[in-house]
């Protein structure tokens, strides 16, 4: 059975994409089968796979609106090692063309119901927004990870998301959790950002994941060449780091 999990955080700039897809290729090195689902309009991490969105003959618009299923929309990657349900600018338009419709929140969860014995993960990366798309995301979800910069407002920044995963929690979706805040970005000579960090840790405990992603320069390089970080540069900190998260992910999984 996947384990289906949202990146998620309502600003932008955070880290969600490059969290989605160095996980999804971090994952898929440690064998797992993995599907990256893009549900951002603006398709940073289809490009990010090595998947051109204006070249993709359905995408996950299609799935939403029921015209596709994941399988058929759904392509592999074969330099990333996952398959890429893809988003392109199209997506933006579901927003509206979802709210006529009937269970509009559930049709992704319903979607991936079909190909949950294909995949051991499922990761979804989701618009800087708490819009219908990302809620698509969270009501699929068993889990959702918050990647975040040890910042000074960073504690005050995640009020809105907590109370939105507790609501869909409460109304929509009684699997869906915080799996966990994982720190990004991440600079230990900035002792502002140590400081957040300590605080973090003792606010959330074990909701904070132990692996802790540097600011490393191959991370953000890595997607004009169409790669996550992870495939691009396998020796770079930061790409050892998605790794070692991705192995930390398999065994909190297991303890789930
Ligand atoms: P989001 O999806 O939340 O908008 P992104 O993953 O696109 O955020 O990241 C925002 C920017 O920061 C991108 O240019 C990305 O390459 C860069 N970036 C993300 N993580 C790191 C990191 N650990 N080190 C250096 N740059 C990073
Ligand atoms: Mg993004």
Redesign the pocket.
């Known amino acids: 059975m996947a384990k289906i999990f949202c990146v998620a955080?309502q600003?932008?700039?955070?880290?969600?994409?490059?969290?989605t897809v160095n996980l999804a290729a971090g994952l898929a090195k440690v064998g797992q089968r993995v599907l990256m689902v893009d549900l951002?309009p603006q398709g940073?991490a289809t490009m990010g796979s090595g998947v051109d969105k204006r070249q993709m003959a359905l995408s996950v618009y299609d799935v939403l609106l029921e015209s596709a299923s994941v399988a058929e929309a759904a392509v592999f990657s074969e330099k990333c090692g996952y398959h890429v349900l893809g988003a392109n600018r199209e997506l933006a338009g579901a927003e509206v063309e979802l709210v006529e419709v009937e269970r509009r929140e559930k049709r992704l969860k319903t979607a991936l119901a079909e190909v949950d014995a294909a995949y051991d993960f499922v990761l979804i990366?989701c618009p800087?927004s708490l819009s219908m798309l990302t809620l698509n995301g969270l009501c699929a979800a068993h889990g959702v990870i918050v990647?975040m910069q040890c910042e000074y407002f960073a504690l005050e920044g995640l009020t809105d998301l907590v109370n939105t995963i507790k609501q869909v929690h409460a109304n929509l979706n009684k699997d869906l959790a915080i799996i966990g805040l994982l720190r990004?970005?991440?600079d230990p000579r900035i002792t502002l950002q140590q400081q957040v960090s300590d605080q973090l840790k003792s606010h959330f405990g074990d909701k904070v994941f132990d692996t802790v992603?540097?600011?490393?320069?191959r991370?953000?390089e890595?997607?004009s060449y169409g790669l996550p970080g992870v495939v691009f540069d396998p020796s770079a900190r930061?790409s050892q780091a998605f790794v070692a998260f991705a192995q930390e992910m398999v065994a909190r999984i297991v303890k789930l």
């Open positions: 955080n600003k932008g700039g955070v880290g969600k994409t490059t969290t951002d940073n990366d800087p990647p990004v970005m991440f992603i540097p600011r490393n320069v991370l953000a890595a997607p930061g």
